[in-house]
């Protein structure tokens, strides 16, 4: 997916990361696309998902698809 806006995209830390900060994941709205990135590495790599493919994301972490 191409992820137009980034360079200017407005980031925000997720209100669920860590306290300690070194946990941080910040997320930014885009065109059409919500980016996640790590707060650690703002000039690296980030992934986009779509705005519904996000929202599934979410709804998983909530439930505890993704637990270990």
Request: aromatic share 6%; charged share 25%; glycine share 12%.
């Amino acid at each position: 997916m191409s992820t137009p806006g980034l360079s200017s995209a407005a980031w925000r830390k997720s209100s669920r990361s860590g306290s300690s900060g070194t946990d941080c994941v910040e997320v930014a709205d885009v065109v059409s696309a919500v980016a996640v990135r790590d707060s650690k590495d703002s000039a690296g790599p980030a992934l986009a998902f779509a705005r519904g493919a996000f929202g599934d994301l979410m709804q998983g972490i909530r439930t505890g698809r993704y637990d270990r």
